[in-house]
């Protein structure tokens, strides 16, 4: 195990860039957001979580797939290369690691493999990084993570005052802590604070869903006007969906400018009126409660049928960004009671 002080954290981002393109929390004017590190000096472990979940280091928000040019006999169109190159993932909370491993169900193990995630997972280091305080929004509890849970992170971080533990838990997480110049040995001291800190993580208590029966309930209580009273606030804004490190609608289209052109896909939301709009015309889901529905069936019933798990971690910021407080952990509570 290594450790260094906060106040080197700039010299820990530097060391790390020799290894790979670094992204991690930086502070904006409104929050903070996980952000490709040109300065080491603008990183920070001083926030309590993004704005945005990371989940855009493996599935942007607008990607190319094609380059094209159109030409007399039609076009000519090459492929971008898939190959993202070695980048790290710096300062992860837990339930953001978590819906790392829902998103791969999606995109790597249901069946059909999307490359370009792929890519990226292959090509990633996760730095996970202990919370030591709770949102009221929260309720990661319900899903069996807490608040110092270091699965599925390569390496794991825990802020013991004004030092930072750093211990690896794969192969690829100690050979990068290993290779990085700078860190401090561990001291036998540091590594019982450590395991006290992952052993403490359970009694930071957020909110706890029941979430039994909720997916078969939900099934029940499709047609049920309770769908029309609780979305009755809703602006249909998509904020939720975009911030959610689970949210993985996306579109593909076609853009030409003059000759030339990409064909990309672009994160979508099943918030909007036009997400399901067929070309016949017909739209499925023109009401805004159809469209509120399917978010909450989707996480809470629909993926449970398919992979046996919740698409949600309960990172609590659908709840903190909406922008009438529609908190989604009260819409799934007050449905068990339909
Ligand atoms: S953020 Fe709130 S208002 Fe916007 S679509 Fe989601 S639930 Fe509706
Ligand atoms: S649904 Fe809300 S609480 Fe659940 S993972 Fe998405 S943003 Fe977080």
């Not at 013991?160 to 690829?172: C, I, N, W």
């Not at 606030?233 to 579109?251: K, R």
Request: net charge neutral; glycine share 8%.
């Amino acid at each position: 195990m290594k450790k260094f002080a906060i106040e080197y954290l700039s010299g820990v981002i530097a060391s790390l860039q020799q290894k790979g393109k670094v992204f991690a929390p930086v502070k904006e004017k409104d929050g903070f957001y996980f952000r490709e590190i040109a300065d080491p000096g603008d990183a920070t472990l001083d926030f309590y979580n993004t704005v945005m979940s990371p989940k855009h280091l493996f599935f942007p928000q607008t990607e190319d797939m094609i380059k094209y040019r159109i030409n007399k006999e039609g076009a000519d169109s090459a492929p971008v290369p898939i190959n993202s190159g070695p980048q790290i993932l710096f300062g992860v909370r837990p339930p953001d690691v978590r819906s790392f491993e829902l998103m791969d169900l999606l995109f790597e193990e249901g069946g059909i493999i999307d490359p370009y995630w792929v890519d990226k997972r292959k090509n990633t280091i996760v730095i996970g990084y202990a919370f030591d305080s709770v949102d009221p929004l929260d309720f990661y509890n319900t899903f069996d993570i807490h608040a110092a849970d270091p699965r599925g992170s390569d390496i794991f971080l825990v802020r013991k005052d004004r030092t930072v533990l750093a211990r690896a838990f794969t192969g690829k997480g100690e050979a990068l802590l290993d290779g990085l110049a700078g860190l401090e040995n561990a001291s036998a001291a540091d590594e019982k604070a450590f395991e006290d800190a992952v052993k403490k993580g359970p009694g930071l208590k957020t909110r706890k869903l029941d979430l039994n029966g909720v997916a078969k309930k939900l099934e029940a209580i499709f047609d049920a006007p309770y769908w029309q009273k609780a979305s009755m606030a809703c602006l249909n804004c998509g904020v939720c969906t975009f911030v959610c490190p689970t949210c993985s609608c996306f579109d593909i289209c076609d853009e030409t400018l003059f000759r030339d052109g990409r064909r990309c896909r672009t994160w979508d939301s099943c918030m909007f009126t036009n997400f399901t709009l067929e070309a016949s015309g017909h739209n499925p889901r023109t009401r805004a409660f159809q469209r509120f529905r399917q978010r909450i069936n989707h996480k809470f019933s629909y993926y449970v049928s398919k992979f046996g798990v919740t698409s949600c971690v309960g990172c609590g910021r659908c709840s903190r960004y909406c922008p009438v407080n529609i908190d989604i952990f009260s819409v799934v509570e007050k449905a068990k009671e339909v």
